[in-house]
T-cell receptor, first 117, second 110 residues
Framework: AQKVTQAQTEISVVEKEDVTLDCVYE???????LFWYKQPPSGELVFLIR??????QNEISGRYSWNFQKSTSSFNFTITASQVVDSAVYFC??????????????FGKGTKLTVNP | AAGVIQSPRHLIKEKRETATLKCYPI?????VYWYQQGPGQDPQFLIS???????DKGSIPDRFSAQQFSDYHSELNMSSLELGDSALYFC?????????FGPGTRLTVT
């Protein structure tokens, strides 16, 4: 069975600090997809990234970066120089299958990030 | 670009009433997923449809039913509402090998 664990329930940082959100997953499939979503207080789910199981290359997008390590089943998310607008709940999610991540998503419990000015 | 549309955005119902949530996928998307997110919880998969047929089922109560219509829009019908059904309900549609989420319907049962 697939499972996603986000051990950090809440994190509070001061603006401009770097922060890393942890995500550990479990799956028996060799083909799977990992995602990160941001949920601001308004409630919508904002897609951040999708990564397939065959691509372990780390990715950087502006202040965001992701570290995917199959050896430890982790897909961690780092925000550099955090800003107040980064305050939100962040979800890591997993989908199994080989249809390009189009199967149902299993979410972690989420990490609530608060960035204080 | 067109996005997933959900209606209504907010809904208030009383216990034991029924509710119908609607989802309009992105044009040419053939798969729809429904998720339920309770207060302070993560989204939980309810059910999905591909080409108007149910393709997968999660933890959806028997009081709930859903279908996908010929124009690919989907409706989630909820009967005998309970206080615990109060949640944010997301619809997502599949395209380009990726799920695109709608803004959600916030259902409050009083």
């Amino acid at each position: 069975a697939q499972k996603v664990t986000q051990a950090q329930t809440e994190i509070s940082v001061v603006e401009k600090e770097d922060v890393t959100l942890d995500c550990v997953y479990e799956t028996r499939d060799t083909t799977y997809y990992l995602f990160w979503y941001k949920q601001p207080p308004s409630g919508e789910l904002v897609f951040l990234i999708r990564r397939n199981s065959f691509d372990e290359q780390n990715e950087i997008s502006g202040r965001y970066s992701w570290n995917f390590q199959k050896s430890t089943s982790s897909f961690n998310f780092t925000i550099t120089a955090s800003q107040v607008v980064d305050s939100a709940v962040y979800f890591c999610a997993l989908s199994e299958g080989d249809q390009g991540g189009s199967e149902k998503l299993v979410f972690g419990k989420g990490t609530k990030l608060t960035v204080n000015p | 670009a067109a996005g997933v549309i959900q209606s209504p955005r907010h809904l208030i119902k009383e216990k034991r009433e029924t509710a119908t949530l609607k989802c309009y996928p992105i044009p040419r998307h053939d798969t729809v997923y429904w998720y339920q997110q309770g207060p302070g919880q993560d989204p939980q998969f309810l059910i999905s449809f591909y080409e108007k047929m149910q393709s997968d089922k999660g933890s959806i109560p028997d009081r709930f039913s859903a279908q996908q219509f010929s124009d690919y829009h989907s409706e989630l019908n909820m009967s005998s509402l309970e206080l615990g059904d109060s949640a944010l309900y997301f619809c997502a549609s599949r395209g380009d090998n990726e799920q695109y989420f709608g803004p959600g319907t916030r259902l409050t049962v009083t």
